[in-house]
């Protein structure tokens, strides 16, 4: 009986260690999911920017208004076409050493 003493205590350092570890796996994931949707948006709204200058909404040149939009949600514009009234835009960024990037489309309705 004596030989058990304390094996509660090794058994719950063990759990709390795995927890540890556990957490430390799934936080660069998270942030990366995160910085992903933060991507995703800035690039629909640098379309949708892009997308209200081709049609005259807005004055000026499509693809320079995307990329001050893109730079002002904290990407850069990587590639920008205009198919008349549509406009296409891909986006990008880094997280660490992660590149992050997405695309949007965006025009008036069919």
Known sequence: MSSERGAGTVLGLAVIAALIGLAS???PVSVALVAKQRVTGAADATALAAADVATGLVAGYPCEV???VAAANGTALAA??????????RVSATVGVLPVSAS???GPAP
Not at 80 to 89: K, M, P
């Open 25 to 27: 796996l799934m936080l």
């Open 66 to 68: 995307a990329a001050s």
């Open 80 to 89: 920008c076409q205009l198919d008349g009234l549509v406009a296409t835009v």
């Open 104 to 106: 949007a489309t965006a």
